[in-house]
């Protein structure tokens, strides 16, 4: 929701509750929770943790209730350093929708964001360079050499890779396990005689994406759909590290999911990052992209309206540039 349609929100829930209803509202959204809460429970690994009145709590009491540690940062040390430039992208056009004239470039181990209101066309432009959305005219090139990417599975092999907004619509194969879910974006690595799949390699690649995750999960054959979230992200990410990407486009990574796994997750944004991929962030959450992304594109209205350094700009600076075709 937008902050508008956040306050609408509040100003209902109030009123119902000044009619005598009982509310109860989940939000990983620490100021939400503090702002509307009279008393706040919160769990852990499915269990009940604490309930306090929300006037004794702080945002550092919760996060550590949450996590079960004192989380003293809330995002980890940015130790990548950008390289040369790797992925360009030139005069990005979408065929059906406002996206137009798009140009900026990625360098190698750099970390860009993509800032904008919703509407704005920051999706679009991660659907269009991995042609899952028809592309009406533009360039792509990564390492000099021109990507056509007409669809996912040319663009896979084209060294890309995308996660999608809606990781429960579009992410994630709900009624598979861990194991299927992993290794389903790689499967001809594991194709013996060119028909049989060689479930020791599958059950090989899976186990190395939960330990390089640090993704809970009781079993691999667990049902990916009993995860939490943050751990459907993890299995996410670990099955398109699998495909070996030079490019990694993540479209709002950390979107539902508790404060430890978004740690976690920016921990292995930034890893990505220091092993030189190209990672392109789309975030609705300003403070997100200015505290793990080195550049910020803001988009307006379908066209890159700006671009900031995250280290110098401020969330002011960013919204304007959002407003600028809008």
């Known amino acids: 929701l937008t902050e508008t349609e956040v306050e609408h929100l509040f100003r209902i829930i109030n009123m119902l509750r000044d009619r005598g209803c009982g509310i109860i509202y989940i939000s990983h959204k620490m100021d939400e929770i503090l702002r509307i809460s009279d008393d706040i429970t919160v769990m852990r690994d499915g269990t009940w943790v604490a309930t306090e009145p929300a006037s004794e709590m702080t945002m550092d009491r919760i996060i550590k209730l949450m996590v079960g540690r004192e989380?003293?940062?809330?995002?980890?040390?940015?130790?990548?350093?950008?390289?040369?430039?790797?992925?360009?992208?030139?005069?990005?056009?979408?065929?059906?929708?406002?996206?137009?004239?798009?140009?900026?470039?990625v360098r190698k181990g750099e970390i860009v964001g993509l800032a904008g209101l919703d509407g704005s066309g920051r999706t679009e432009t991660l659907e269009n360079i991995f042609g899952i959305a028809t592309r009406h005219s533009g360039t792509?090139?990564?390492?000099?050499?021109?990507?056509?990417?007409?669809?996912?599975?040319?663009?896979?092999?084209?060294?890309?890779?995308?996660?999608?907004?809606e990781r429960r619509a579009t992410g994630i194969f709900g009624i598979l396990n861990i194991r299927e879910?992993?290794?389903?974006?790689?499967?001809?690595?594991?194709?013996?005689?060119?028909f049989w799949l060689d479930e020791k390699s599958m059950k090989k690649d899976t186990q190395w994406s939960i330990d390089a995750m640090h993704t809970k999960t009781p079993t691999q054959e667990t049902k990916i759909r009993s995860l939490s979230g943050g751990n459907?992200?993890?299995?996410?990410?670990?099955?398109?590290?699998?495909?070996?990407?030079?490019?990694?486009?993540?479209?709002?990574?950390?979107?539902?999911?508790?404060?430890?796994?978004?740690?976690?997750?920016?921990?292995?944004?930034?890893?990505?990052?220091?092993?030189?991929?190209?990672?392109?962030?789309?975030?609705?959450?300003?403070?997100?992209?200015?505290?793990?992304?080195?550049?910020?594109?803001?988009?307006?209205?379908?066209?890159?309206?700006?671009?900031?350094?995250?280290?110098?700009?401020?969330?002011?600076?960013?919204?304007?540039?959002?407003?600028?075709?809008?």
């Open 71 to 105: 989380l003293t940062n809330q995002f980890p040390p940015k130790t990548n350093t950008p390289g040369e430039v790797a992925l360009e992208v030139e005069h990005l056009t979408a065929q059906y929708s406002l996206l137009k004239d798009v140009s900026f470039n």
């Open 140 to 165: 792509i090139r990564l390492h000099g050499k021109e990507m056509k990417n007409r669809n996912a599975r040319e663009s896979i092999r084209n060294g890309f890779a995308l996660l999608t907004e």
């Open 181 to 194: 879910n992993t290794v389903i974006s790689s499967l001809k690595k594991h194709l013996r005689m060119g």
């Open 232 to 326: 459907q992200q993890k299995v996410i990410l670990g099955r398109w590290l699998l495909t070996e990407p030079e490019v990694l486009l993540l479209d709002e990574p950390t979107r539902g999911i508790d404060v430890g796994a978004k740690y976690e997750i920016y921990q292995l944004i930034i890893d990505l990052a220091n092993k030189g991929k190209c990672v392109i962030v789309v975030s609705s959450e300003m403070p997100e992209l200015l505290g793990i992304c080195d550049r910020i594109l803001v988009m307006s209205g379908g066209r890159l309206a700006g671009e900031v350094n995250a280290s110098e700009t401020t969330q002011e600076e960013i919204m304007t540039h959002a407003a600028k075709y809008v």
